[in-house]
Every structure is written in C-alpha cells, then in structure tokens.
C-alpha cells in the first residue's frame, strides 16, 4: 500500500540526548515536511523539502536538523539544543509546484523527555 | 507568524445537527485545504479550495472561501458520532508551504 510511514511511534529520551524519527513515503512525492503539534494547539513546521539534497528552516527549526539524501526519507534528529522536545512530530508528504494538491500524514511519533 | 486562527475552539453539537467552523488568515493563499485528526493520529485531507473558487461540497462537507475577508468555513451537514475529532485549516502559499491552524475541537453527542 501506499503511504508514509514514521517510527517509533513512542519514544523516550533523556535529557541530553540526541534522537532521530524516521519517515519514509513510496509515494514518489517530491515535498516532504516536518511538524511539531502540542496539546492543543496546531502544526508548526520545523523543516520541509523540496527535493532532494535540498531542505529549508520552517518557523521553529531551532534545535532540529534533516537530511534529505533519498527521495523516499526524510529523517528528523531532535538534539539536546532543543529545549523543550516533548512533543507530537508529524511527518508528512505532497507533489511539489505550483496548485499543489494535499498534504499525506504519517501517523506520528510521541517524543517524551524524562 | 502566518499561522491560520479557526474559531470556536471547541464545539459539542448533537447528533444529527450541523457543524460549523471557521478559519481566518493572513496572508495570500494559492489554495487552503481542511484536514481532519482523530486523538493522536496523523492528520486526514478532507477538502481543498482554490483561491479562485467561493464554495465547494463533497459529500456532507460544504467549503466557502472569501479572499477580501480572509476567511473560510466548513460546514458538516447530519453530522455523526464518528465526525469527533479535531479539524485544521490549512493555507498553501505559492511556495508551496503549508500554514496550518490552531484547530476547532469537535464532539458529536450520539
């Protein structure tokens, strides 16, 4: 089947560690994002790409890094730069230009701090 | 920031009532789009609208857009148990980023 996929879906870190969420899509989609949801409260993108080898700072990338080194991956390591990690991180994915059509989710990985 | 704002909230409707929310921006769109997210799930595509386009409907979904307010609303006509869940407007740019908003929190009381 078609789709994206992340892992873990739970994760737990200590402080001072660094981690990395894998996503990965077989929908030959040339755009691939990054965003960190809190309770209640909405998307905010951390990083998106647009190709290949190519990537760019979202609203609140302080503390994150990607690569983008396969069409099909775009991993998300959280560093202990960042400060307040716990959060909900959604991976998602679409057709790249102009009149885009939708977004496709991941199901999305817990990230805890203890 | 040009996050999307939706209003209300929160929303508790009866089952079988219509559901509206609604979301506002700032900035010029190319296109916005609502997503729907079950309790910790990725979020779902529901419908999108052009920034040409004043209404559109697919199923039990009715999407109006209006540019000069900056505003748009979905309305979920009969809604249904299985309608909870949170529902998030999304604007895309030219550049092809999407801003998403803060959410409209709803439950469908069977």
């Known amino acids: 089947d078609g789709g994206i996929t992340q892992s873990p879906k739970y994760l737990f870190r200590k402080e001072g560690q660094n981690v990395t969420l894998s996503c990965e899509q077989n929908l030959n989609h040339d755009a691939m994002y990054w965003y960190r949801q809190d309770p209640g409260q909405g998307l905010r993108l951390i990083y998106y790409s647009q190709i290949v080898n190519d990537f760019q700072k979202g609203d609140i990338a302080e503390g994150y890094s990607v690569s983008r080194e396969k069409k099909e991956s775009f991993p998300l390591t959280v560093t202990s730069a960042q400060k307040n990690p716990t959060a909900f991180y959604l991976c998602?994915?679409?057709?790249?230009?102009?009149?885009?059509?939708?977004?496709?989710f991941g199901e999305g990985s817990r990230l805890t701090v203890l | 920031s040009q996050q999307g704002e939706e209003d209300p909230q929160a929303l508790s409707i009866q089952e079988g009532e219509n559901a509206t929310m609604n979301c506002s921006y700032k900035t010029s769109i190319n296109n916005l789009q609502w997503y729907r997210q079950n309790s910790g799930r990725g979020l779902v595509h529901l419908i999108l609208i052009r920034s040409n386009e004043r209404e559109k409907h697919s199923g039990r979904l009715r999407v109006t857009l209006d540019t000069s307010k900056k505003s748009s609303s979905l309305l979920i006509t009969a809604s249904r148990a299985a309608d909870t869940a949170s529902y998030f407007c999304?604007?895309?740019?030219?550049?092809?980023?999407?801003?998403f908003g803060t959410g409209t929190s709803l439950t469908v009381i069977p």
């Open positions: 999304a604007t895309v740019n030219t550049g092809n980023q999407f801003y």
């Open positions: 998602a994915s679409s057709f790249r230009g102009p009149n885009t059509g939708e977004l496709f």
